[in-house]
């Protein structure tokens, strides 16, 4: 008995052991058992955002970076509206190009965050009469590539926005550029039409006569193609004389955008609203902080 006095010593402590995790014993073993289809992650339902950046679609740019933590929304009062400059949503040699993958974690992070897209016409309504509500964004992109319809379009559409395309009537059809049929099929699903002059010419030195002609004939062009008033008006890269709001104005817009950075607010001259250049480096982090919460 006095040798068997080590194992059954042993055998007491064991017994200890297992009595005091009996618990934990049982839940490794039988954890499978446990993980049901009610348990399973599911895909999110139409109408919901999923927090799962969603692949590109077929033909589409594949630089989709991964998901960033979305930083936790601040309060916001609803008191100013920010307005986003895009030109083109792929990859590109410089700024002007936002890659797809992070234009989609934008998006993404608007959606989740509350956010709703109004065309730059409707917040120039909302800002007119002070009434703006909470989360109000407008998307704006310049020039008219076709990379909106290729690439940013299908991503608004996922999360419910809607934009403005400035569109220069002389580059529509050119390569790279929309054609008048891709503008038609945008402007009948809801994408607001905006007028960018004819040429992309510098306002700011060219003659007043010149001006008229970009400005005036620019807006004719697209309300006889697109069968709608043209109402909001881009200044090519933001330069303009001290007559050309005046002209813009009397041609029977409501708004021109510049590239002057800020929110735009109802104290805002409406044919100088301030912008949010959205350029291709930005972090999300970077791009939460330039927007009001």
Known sequence: MKRLSP????????????????????????????VTADSVARPAAAGQISDTPAASSPGH??????????????KYT?????ILMYHEVTSGPNSLY??????REQMRYLAVSGYRAVTMTQAEEML?????????????????YTSFITEAWPIMQEYGFTGTVYACTSFIGRP?????????????????????????????TASYKQQVDEI????????????????????????????????VKDAGYT???????????????????PRVRVPGWITLDKFAQSIPK
């Open 7 to 34: 194992y059954l010593f042993a055998l007491v402590i064991i017994t200890a052991l297992v009595l005091f995790f009996q618990d934990s014993i049982m839940t490794f073993i039988n954890y499978p058992a446990t």
């Open 61 to 74: 740019s594949s630089d989709v970076t991964p998901a960033q933590p979305i930083p936790a929304p601040e």
């Open 78 to 82: 609803g008191t100013a509206i920010p």
């Open 98 to 103: 936002v890659p797809v993958g992070k234009f």
């Open 128 to 144: 007119r009469n002070k009434k703006m509500p909470a989360k109000t964004i407008v998307l704006t992109f310049d020039d008219g």
């Open 176 to 204: 790279n550029y929309l054609t008048m049929e891709q503008i038609k099929t945008l402007q009948a699903d809801g994408v607001e039409i905006g007028s960018h002059t004819r040429n992309h010419i510098d306002l700011k």
């Open 216 to 247: 005036v004939v620019s807006k004719q062009i697209l309300e006889e193609n697109l069968g709608v008033p043209c109402l909001s008006f881009c200044y090519p890269t933001g330069t303009y004389s001290d007559i050309t709001p005046t002209i």
């Open 255 to 273: 708004s021109a955008v510049t590239v002057a950075y800020g929110h735009a607010v109802p104290a805002s001259n409406p044919y100088l609203t």
